[in-house]
Each structure stands twice: as structure tokens, then as C-alpha cells.
């Protein structure tokens, strides 16, 4: 008789209410971990929660019977504080799916960790192209960017227009290292040469002897591979040596709108850069950044933010065909046999290596005189197809491709 009157107890609760029991303890939870407080805020942090709740928003979540709750962190960009919060959201806060994570030392991390305890990993804030090459797994999805995009977009485009030597100043962890082999590969690919390189510590000020450096090379193109905050001084230190006024091109291999807001049309105009997102590239993009904004207000989205976006809608898609939430593997599986389409990419496809496939735009910043109003930062140089901004699937090494 016991069992009986649960069953009946249960079955009024589903039919007065939404069947959050279907899920892991009735709720999915999704865990933005970030950068909130240092060289990658702009370019993810608060705007990557706020992009989180219009996704949530958005797919109708409430409405279909799935309660989300989303949470957050700061790695401080240190793996170990990385590993730590991941490790505790998975274990004691029945995380679901970790999303954002801009550094690719914490990402390389948080995707061993997410594939060991067997839930889901949106990789949308690091960019180094191992994710889905030799360290892909079945349980991490590569999002919006990656280092071989920007090298085969930027990289190709420079030394195209006679910029066949180069010198690097690289971030000193994954992400640098990983965004100079990439570049490095395209420039001597199509004839160029790489003169010299030297790391730099990541957040760093001063950047003068590390200019010095470059500047003595006599390389047509200094390539920074860097990015956020280190992007942003070393670009204003160049522009005090008077590098560009000196001959020389600067390169931004990972350049965010965030980034030409913070050094202004002046200093910025004509950089060439490559992105897979634009604000301003359409009215359906110019309406969600004013959604966004109502968090944000001043500032400006950059493609990290639509990426955040773009994945949890996808992901949210996912689990309600498979209505289960706690296998990750399952769920990376069904996104993506699932055919990606959000309002910000449109249509695309998740590979067999678990990167995110959708066009990408060659963008050229605009002189001060060129813009209208504010964040009209870009002019569009091309359009890369789908087929061609990303790797081939079967160039990467991936453990999961065969063949």
C-alpha cells in the first residue's frame, strides 16, 4: 500500500507542475566559470553570465519543463583554482556543464576533468586548437573560436598583402604557444618567414623590452599572440615606440570589440582581425546586444559573450530530447548529432572532434572619421565559408576521428 500511494503522490506532483524530476535533483545547473577580475573580464566574465540568462531565457526553459539554475566563479586565470572549482561544482554542486573558461591552461584542465567525472564542458572562452586536436574528448565541445581560425584568417591575410616576415610576442602558456604554431605554420605555408619570438609573462605591464626586441628584428609583422589586457598594452606601448610610424605592421592574432573600445579608433584603426561574431554585423545581433546590455549597459558584446549564447542553447536543446541531464557523453553526443541554429550563428554543425563549425569575417578596424556612432568599430574585409575558417577534421590529430 506504501508503494501504491507514492506512486499515485508522484504522479499528481508531475501533473500539477513542470517534470523537473526527469533531471539531476529536478534542476540542470550550469556553471559559467571565468575571468571576472582581470585581463579577460571585458571580453567574457559578468557579460558571459549575462549572455547565460538570455539563453536560458530565450529557449524557454521554465516553460518545457526544465529548471536551470546558473552559477559562477572567477578562476583568477590559475589552472589549479580552475581544477579546484570544477572539481567541487562536479562533485558537490551537482554541476551539469561547465561553459566559458578563457584561458586554455584552466580549459585543457576543467576538459580532463569534465571527460574523468563524465559531464559536459562548452569550451567558448579558450582558443587554443588541441581542444579539438590531440586532447579532444567526448565530453567538451569547442565554441565560437580557436587558434587555427585566427591563424588562417589574420595570419593568412597579412602575409597575403606582403607581410612575409615575422616576429612573435607570445603569451608564456597554452594559449600563446598554441596561437604561434598555428600562425607561425600559416606564414611559412604561404612563403613567409618567422625572424624571432619571445614569451612574455601573461598580464603584463611593461612591455617596452619585449618591443625592443621585435622592433630590432626588422620583421615586416609583429604578431601578438596575446590577448585582452596584454593585447591592449602592447599595442599602445607599440604605438608610443612609433613601431607602425617605423615600418613595421602590428598583428593582432585575438582581437575583441572590448579591446578597440579600450584603445579607442585612434589608436586602433586599420588593425586586421578575424572573429566568427559582430554586434553590428546585423539587426538580429544589434537587438540582442540591446537585450544584453540592460546588464551591461555601456558596453559591447564580443563574440565570447554570443558564443556563451549560441552553446547553452544548443546544450538546453540536448538534454530536453534526452531528458537526462547526467551523462555528459550522452548529451555531447546528442549536440551533436543535433544541427545547430540560434538567432546570433545561425545554422551550423558540431563535428566528430567536437568543434563548432560556422563562418567567420575578416574585419578591419575602422579610422575614426569612418564611424557613426559608438561601437562602430569594424568594416568587413571577407567572409570566410565554414568549410575553410576551421581545421579539417582530419588534420588534428583528434583521438576521436578516424580514418
Not at 4 to 21: E, F, H, K, M, Q
Not at 151 to 177: E, H, I, Q, R
Not at 271 to 276: K, M, R
Request: glycine fraction near 10%; include cysteine.
Amino acid at each position: 500500500m506504501k508503494t501504491i500511494r507514492s506512486l499515485i503522490l508522484t504522479a499528481l506532483a508531475l501533473a500539477s507542475g513542470p517534470a523537473y524530476a526527469q533531471y539531476t535533483d529536478g534542476v540542470v545547473k550550469i556553471g559559467v566559470l571565468t575571468d571576472m577580475s582581470s585581463l579577460y573580464a571585458d571580453n567574457t566574465g559578468p557579460g558571459s553570465v549575462a549572455a547565460a540568462k538570455l539563453a536560458v531565457a530565450d529557449f524557454g526553459a521554465e516553460a518545457k519543463g526544465i529548471k536551470v539554475e546558473i552559477i559562477s566563479a572567477d578562476h583568477q586565470n590559475k589552472p589549479d583554482l580552475g581544477s579546484s572549482i570544477a572539481n567541487g561544482w562536479f562533485d558537490k554542486d551537482k554541476v551539469d556543464v561547465i561553459v566559458d573558461v578563457p584561458n586554455s591552461g584552466v580549459a585543457l584542465a576543467v576538459s580532463e576533468i569534465a571527460r574523468q567525472k563524465n559531464k559536459v564542458f562548452l569550451a567558448v572562452g579558450p582558443a587554443t586548437s588541441d581542444l579539438t586536436g590531440p586532447k579532444c574528448n567526448a565530453n567538451t565541445i569547442h565554441w565560437t573560436y580557436d587558434t587555427w581560425m585566427l591563424a588562417n584568417g589574420t595570419g593568412k591575410a597579412m602575409v597575403k598583402t606582403g607581410g612575409d616576415t615575422w616576429f612573435f610576442l607570445t603569451a608564456d602558456y597554452a594559449f600563446g604557444y598554441a596561437l604561434e604554431r598555428d600562425t607561425a605554420a600559416v606564414v611559412e605555408a604561404n612563403g613567409g618567414k618567422v625572424l624571432g619570438k619571445v614569451r612574455v609573462p601573461l598580464n603584463t605591464n611593461d612591455f617596452s623590452s619585449f618591443l625592443l626586441q621585435a622592433q630590432a628584428s626588422k620583421a615586416k609583422v609583429i604578431g601578438l599572440a596575446n590577448a585582452g589586457g596584454d593585447f591592449i598594452n602592447s599595442v599602445k606601448q607599440a604605438s608610443e615606440f612609433g613601431i607602425v610610424e617605423g615600418g613595421q605592421s602590428i598583428a593582432g592574432l585575438l582581437v575583441f570589440v572590448a579591446d578597440v573600445a579600450a584603445l579607442g579608433l585612434p589608436t586602433a584603426q586599420g588593425l586586421v582581425l578575424t572573429e566568427t561574431w559582430y554586434w553590428d554585423l546585423n539587426e538580429n545581433n544589434r537587438t540582442w546586444t540591446k537585450r544584453w546590455q540592460v546588464e551591461r549597459p555601456g558596453k559591447f558584446p564580443t563574440m565570447l559573450h554570443a558564443g556563451v549564447y549560441s552553446a547553452i542553447i544548443h546544450y538546453l536543446k540536448a538534454v530536453e530530447g534526452l531528458k537526462v541531464d547526467r551523462e555528459g557523453k550522452a548529451v555531447v553526443a546528442t549536440m551533436k548529432e543535433l544541427p545547430t541554429d540560434d538567432r546570433l550563428f545561425g545554422k551550423g554543425v558540431v563535428r566528430a572532434d567536437g568543434r563548432k563549425i560556422q563562418d567567420a569575417y575578416l574585419f578591419e578596424v575602422k579610422k575614426p572619421a569612418e564611424s557613426k556612432y559608438p561601437g562602430d568599430f569594424y568594416k568587413t574585409r571577407a567572409t570566410i565559408p565554414a568549410a575553410e575558417a576551421f581545421r579539417p577534421l582530419k588534420e588534428g590529430g583528434c583521438p576521436l576521428v578516424s580514418g
